[in-house]
């Protein structure tokens, strides 16, 4: 009887589970037996490991074998126990020392040659192994994304031959080193690119400022998607341990692009997307795409075409910039601190408004539309914009080649930024009910501004304390300590698009 345990990694949230891989041998007729709730990629494993073991020239005992994947509460998936396991049957015959396998930490597919496949997920591995103070053992495919993790000692290798190879002394793996950048930072698009629209422009530099949620009502090719992906242009970079925390993330859906992890992420899902393709779950759950989002931007165009059912799920994410998914089985928690843009058209048309008066929708039929998107959600939106048709004349005029429209914007964002950094070490979007009291002082004028909104019911509890932080964060880019009226004019004013009443959303005017 011989046990040989190997430590691996699975992988259920962005900190992974250490998974204990116990290979137990006994006397008796031959046998391959998995357990610990493993999923099918995981049982066809067994395949795998017997055909990569004899074509690598090792010996595969004719004798019972179980392989114990503990916890056993635990389901594990994918293909990267087949380096752990077969490491286990080799210490567990003596074709392989067990002290060999100290400090190391395992993970890879094999090949029916043994050679090594890549896996999805190796850099939330990555962190937990620096954090423990391990090796970690994966294919020369998943390398470098491991490396990203600077404090990590990652040995990349082709084949079990290699890794026994090391193991035993005979030819180390090379401590791979962390990867330099194959292409530039992007720029990404430029707002100069977008004709007129001077409110939406300064709208969006408000919500980058602050981290704010943002909705764009105008009708077709206004230009809202335009402004929609010129926001991520406009944030700060990211610093490592945030760019880390998205790239983990995006590991854990097999969505990350080395080249590119240092940049935010900009989620569009298409507005048929499910509500589990949209929070994430399944009876193993996975992040979707508001977690693939976070520390980004998500773009959700067309708002009222989305199932309601499936934007109610946006609620609670909205404000805690988490989302903790249940199932029987399981619960899990990922990240979702995401700033939200979305567009819709003024009515079913799109041309409520508009100069043509081409619009021929009913009152009932636009209020009917509008309702899909419901109140509470739109009490978690901070600013809302009309962003009207652009002219005739503005399209058709020819000017000079501008650029740097987005770069100039980005200062201001940045300053703002720095700003609240140094006061509160985090977005006026992210302020508590607490620091909002404390941080959002309003001078006389102000107060009564807030006073007249809230006596005509324009505002609810929740929209009050919003306009104070989108206040504050006007204030920020205007340099200012204290909130002045011409602040809180400002803030409410974008809010008015969130009344009801189609009417209440004026449009491009005739």
Same mark, same amino acid.
């Given at each position: 009887?011989?046990?040989?345990?190997?430590?691996?990694?699975?992988?259920?949230?962005?900190?992974?589970?250490?998974?204990?891989?116990?290979?137990?041998?006994?006397?008796?007729?031959?046998?391959?037996?998995?357990?610990?709730?493993?999923?099918?990629?995981?049982?066809?494993?067994?395949?795998?490991?017997?055909?990569?073991?004899?074509?690598?020239?090792?010996?595969?005992?004719?004798?019972?074998?179980?392989?114990?994947?503990?916890?056993?509460?635990?389901?594990?998936?994918?293909?990267?126990?087949?380096?752990?396991?077969?490491?286990?049957?080799?210490?567990?015959?003596?074709?392989?020392?067990?002290?060999?396998?100290?400090?190391?930490?395992?993970?890879?597919?094999?090949?029916?040659?043994?050679?090594?496949?890549?896996?999805?997920?190796?850099?939330?591995?990555? @962190?937990?192994?620096?954090?423990? *103070?391990?090796?970690?053992?994966? /294919?020369? %495919?998943? #390398?470098? &994304? !491991? $490396?990203? +993790?600077?404090?990590?000692?990652?040995?990349?290798?082709?084949?079990?031959?290699?890794?026994?190879?090391?193991?035993?002394?005979?030819?180390?793996?090379?401590?791979?080193?962390?990867?330099?950048?194959?292409?530039?930072?992007?720029?990404?698009?430029?707002?100069?690119?977008?004709?007129?629209?001077?409110?939406?422009?300064?709208?969006?530099?408000?919500?980058?400022?602050?981290?704010?949620?943002?909705?764009?009502?105008?009708?077709?090719?206004?230009?809202?998607?335009? @402004?929609?992906?010129?926001?991520? *242009?406009?944030?700060?970079?990211? /610093?490592? %341990?945030? #760019?880390? &925390? !998205? $790239?983990? +993330?995006?590991?854990?859906?097999?969505?990350?692009?080395?080249?590119?992890?240092?940049?935010?992420?900009?989620?569009?899902?298409?507005?048929?997307?499910?509500?589990?393709?949209?929070?994430?779950?399944?009876?193993?759950?996975?992040?979707?795409?508001?977690?693939?989002?976070?520390?980004?931007?998500?773009?959700?165009?067309?708002?009222?075409?989305?199932?309601?059912?499936?934007?109610?799920?946006?609620?609670?994410?909205?404000?805690?910039?988490?989302?903790?998914?249940?199932?029987?089985?399981?619960?899990?928690?990922?990240?979702?601190?995401?700033?939200?843009?979305? #567009?819709?058209?003024?009515?079913?048309?799109?041309?409520?408004?508009?100069?043509?008066?081409?619009?021929?929708?009913?009152?009932?039929?636009?209020?009917?539309?509008?309702?899909?998107?419901?109140?509470?959600?739109?009490?978690?939106?901070?600013?809302?914009?009309?962003?009207?048709?652009?002219?005739?004349?503005?399209?058709?005029?020819?000017?000079?080649?501008?650029?740097?429209?987005?770069?100039?914007?980005?200062?201001?964002?940045?300053?703002?930024?720095?700003?609240?950094?140094?006061?509160?070490?985090?977005?006026?979007?992210?302020?508590?009910?607490?620091?909002?009291?404390?941080?959002?002082?309003?001078?006389?004028?102000?107060?009564?501004?807030?006073?007249?909104?809230?006596?005509?019911?324009?505002?609810?509890?929740?929209?009050?304390?919003?306009?104070?932080?989108?206040?504050?964060?006007?204030?920020?880019?205007?340099?200012?300590?204290?909130?002045?009226?011409?602040?809180?004019?400002?803030?409410?004013?974008?809010?008015?698009?969130?009344?009801?009443?189609?009417?209440?959303?004026?449009?491009?005017?005739?």
């Amino acid at each position: 009887m011989a046990v040989a345990t190997v430590l691996s990694r699975a992988l259920h949230g962005v900190d992974a589970t250490p998974v204990t891989v116990e290979v137990h041998l006994a006397n008796g007729l031959p046998a391959f037996h998995l357990v610990g709730l493993p999923e099918a990629e995981v049982r066809e494993a067994r395949d795998r490991v017997r055909a990569a073991l004899q074509n690598a020239g090792f010996e595969f005992p004719a004798r019972r074998i179980t392989v114990n994947l503990a916890p056993a509460d635990l389901r594990k998936a994918s293909g990267r126990f087949d380096l752990p396991i077969a490491l286990g049957i080799l210490v567990a015959t003596a074709q392989l020392p067990a002290h060999a396998l100290a400090r190391h930490e395992f993970a890879g597919e094999l090949a029916l040659d043994g050679s090594l496949r890549g896996v999805r997920g190796v850099l939330p591995m990555a @962190l937990c192994a620096a954090r423990d *103070g391990r090796a970690l053992v994966v /294919p020369v %495919a998943n #390398a470098d &994304e !491991a $490396a990203l +993790v600077r404090d990590a000692c990652v040995l990349g290798a082709g084949s079990l031959q290699a890794v026994c190879a090391h193991l035993t002394g005979r030819a180390p793996l090379a401590r791979h080193a962390v990867p330099a950048p194959t292409v530039a930072p992007s720029s990404g698009p430029d707002l100069a690119d977008v004709r007129g629209q001077a409110h939406a422009k300064r709208a969006l530099v408000v919500a980058a400022a602050g981290g704010h949620s943002l909705l764009l009502i105008g009708p077709p090719g206004a230009g809202k998607s335009m @402004l929609a992906q010129r926001l991520p *242009g406009l944030l700060p970079p990211l /610093p490592e %341990a945030a #760019a880390l &925390e !998205a $790239a983990a +993330v995006a590991s854990l859906a097999g969505r990350l692009d080395t080249a590119r992890w240092r940049e935010r992420p900009f989620r569009a899902p298409h507005h048929t997307a499910s509500a589990v393709a949209l929070v994430g779950g399944g009876s193993d759950p996975r992040p979707g795409e508001i977690s693939l989002a976070h520390r980004g931007v998500l773009f959700m165009d067309e708002l009222p075409e989305w199932d309601r059912h499936v934007l109610e799920t946006l609620r609670e994410p909205l404000e805690t910039g988490v989302v903790h998914l249940s199932r029987a089985t399981r619960q899990a928690s990922f990240p979702a601190e995401f700033q939200f843009v979305a #567009a819709m058209n003024p009515c079913p048309c799109g041309w409520l408004g508009h100069a043509s008066g081409r619009c021929r929708c009913t009152p009932e039929r636009t209020l009917r539309y509008r309702s899909r998107v419901s109140g509470p959600l739109l009490d978690r939106i901070d600013l809302t914009v009309n962003v009207q048709a652009v002219a005739a004349t503005e399209l058709t005029a020819r000017r000079a080649a501008a650029a740097g429209e987005t770069a100039a914007a980005a200062t201001q964002v940045a300053a703002a930024r720095r700003r609240q950094a140094a006061r509160q070490a985090t977005p006026n979007a992210r302020l508590a009910a607490a620091d909002v009291d404390r941080l959002c002082s309003v001078d006389a004028a102000g107060e009564r501004l807030l006073a007249q909104a809230l006596g005509r019911s324009l505002l609810s509890a929740r929209a009050f304390h919003r306009v104070l932080r989108v206040a504050r964060t006007i204030a920020d880019l205007d340099d200012a300590d204290g909130l002045g009226a011409a602040h809180v004019a400002e803030a409410i004013g974008y809010r008015r698009a969130l009344d009801g009443t189609p009417a209440a959303v004026p449009m491009a005017a005739a």
